[in-house]
């Protein structure tokens, strides 16, 4: 399997610590299992374990394992930028949204003087920091740290020490010590509709190009393809990446946090045709299938991995 020209690796990142809910950790193999029955093969499997939640880890309030976060994030930083590093095309199928930090910033590590465009197709925004979370969940923080950004005007919270030590450290994830690994202003989030106020503030003021599923029911998926690509042409390279929930829950059946009104089956298939083979995409990363809340089983992965199967053959 080629992408892009290069040999396609599938990266595995089985950790969802960063979830409310556990059981995404199981969402990679299920992907993976379902990929292979449709005959699609990747010339190369990496596979990261989930962490075990050791004695070392301390339940933080406002980022909860975050210190366990920080170790399977280094990894799959490590694994996506060796790829990269190796001419591969890395599909990244990861547990839950937080390996998003991990998978951007490998990208990032592999073409440091690139600039980053980020595509975020998601029901949320995933730009809360420790100081606004509501739940302290760190798969609703992956776009802010990655941004460097702490939104301390909207602070809610006191954030210990601790939590303000680790945090800082996923900011500048990678041997290089980056931060930020991309701007703002080169989000596009495509999908969105359950996000928080200290979020929707922070897309007015960065000028983040959203696309509501209402806006592509009206004006069609391939306009906002084009109007997001369009907002994104100056950057050199593009990060995309899937959270299963951006789907409409009748067939988002098996994830974490579902949202109404959300993506259709052939919009999902034109945005993975598009951006799977659009030629900057560095990396494209899918997320957040929990086999474990799945009413109908497999469900969930199949379709994922029939997005899949169509993005890189039809
Ligand atoms: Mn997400």
């Known amino acids: 399997m080629r992408i892009q020209g290069k040999e396609a690796v599938m990266i595995l990142s089985k950790f969802d610590i960063g979830a409310g809910k556990k059981g995404a950790a199981d969402g990679p193999q299920a992907v993976r299992d379902e990929v292979g029955k449709l005959g ?6 990496e596979s990261l374990d989930n962490i075990s939640l050791t004695t070392r880890d301390i ?3 406002f980022g909860k394992h975050i210190e366990m976060i920080l170790e399977a994030s280094l990894k799959l930083n490590d694994t996506v930028q060796g ?7 890395p599909i990244i199928v990861s547990g839950d949204h937080s390996n998003a930090v991990g998978g951007l910033s490998g990208l990032k590590n592999a073409w440091p003087d690139k600039r980053i465009g980020v595509i975020w197709i998601d029901a949320h925004a995933d730009l809360h920091s420790p100081y606004t979370t509501p739940s302290g969940n760190i798969h609703g923080m992956p ?4 941004s460097g950004l702490d939104n301390e ?3 809610k919270n006191e954030v210990s020490e601790d939590v303000t030590y680790y945090w800082n450290e996923l900011k500048k994830l990678g041997v290089l010590q980056l931060s930020p690994k ?26 983040v190009r959203t696309f509501e599923p209402q ?3 009206e004006h069609g998926i391939y306009y906002a393809l084009n109007q997001g690509l369009k907002h994104l042409e100056a950057c050199d390279l593009l990060y995309i990446s899937f959270d299963a929930d951006a789907l409409d829950p009748n067939v988002s059946v098996g994830t974490g946090t579902t949202a109404p009104d959300g993506l ?6 034109s945005i993975f045709k598009t951006l799977l083979n659009h030629p900057k995409t560095g990396a494209f990363e899918i997320t957040e299938v929990n086999p474990h809340l799945d009413i109908k089983g497999k469900e969930m992965a199949k379709v994922i991995a029939r997005l899949l199967h169509y993005g890189l053959t039809k």
């Not at 969105?192 to 929707?200: L, P, Q, T």
């Not at 259709?264 to 298939?269: G, L, T």
């Open 40 to 45: 699609l093969v990747f010339d190369q499997y």
């Open 59 to 61: 339940p933080h309030e």
């Open 83 to 89: 790829s990269i590093t190796r001419q591969k095309f």
């Open 143 to 146: 776009l802010a740290a990655l």
């Open 153 to 155: 005007k909207q602070k």
């Open 182 to 207: 991309f701007d703002l202003r080169d989000l596009v989030f495509i999908g969105i509709r359950d996000a928080e106020k200290e979020e929707w503030d922070i897309i007015e003021k960065m000028g």
């Open 215 to 217: 806006d592509i029911k």
């Open 264 to 269: 259709s089956i052939a919009e999902a298939e």
